[in-house]
């Protein structure tokens, strides 16, 4: 896991960089109507370390396999109203839930990431899987609001 970690603290330490010197309107624009802003898209992201932080944080007490809950991405980034949020706010919740789920990430050991999960009816993986998926998550939406 170390090269999940390592890759979490360079986007982390990329993103805070970047995110210091966007301005307001740069994260606000919108494509279209239909589209995340880059402030919305850090947002999602937000809502995607909140359940991962639960999933992560659940997975090690209770019965295994641990059963995987979906969430509604749009929906969560309309109800939390990231558009009209400041920015400095969120980048700050961002950073700090993130930082709580790489304090997560370097305590786990082999047996904890065998952990058994439940993705869907009959398709399993493990906490290893969890863990690399999110961080790979986190990569693909930071280069949509990074350049």
Do not use: C
């Not at 994260?27 to 279209?32: E, F, G, H, I, L």
């Not at 961002?94 to 990431?113: A, F, H, P």
């Not at 906490?127 to 998550?137: A, I, P, Q, W």
Request: no cysteine.
């Amino acid at each position: 896991m170390t090269e999940t970690t390592n890759k979490l603290e360079q986007l982390l330490k990329r993103g805070l960089t970047f995110l210091a010197q966007a301005s307001e309107l740069e994260m606000s624009r919108k494509a279209s109507i239909k589209t995340w802003s880059k402030k919305e898209i850090l947002g999602h992201l937000i809502d995607s370390g909140i359940n991962n932080l639960q999933r992560f944080t659940e997975i090690q007490f209770e019965n295994k396999p641990y059963r995987i809950r979906k969430y509604n991405q749009d929906e969560l980034v309309k109800a939390n109203d990231y558009q009209n949020s400041e920015t400095k706010e969120i980048v700050e919740l961002w950073n700090s839930i993130n930082n709580r789920i790489l304090s997560l990430i370097k305590k786990q050991t082999e047996k904890t990431l065998n952990y058994k999960i439940e993705l869907e009816k009959n398709t399993y993986s493990d906490l290893r899987f969890l863990m690399k998926d999110y961080v790979e998550h986190l990569e693909h939406h930071l280069k949509q609001i990074m350049p």
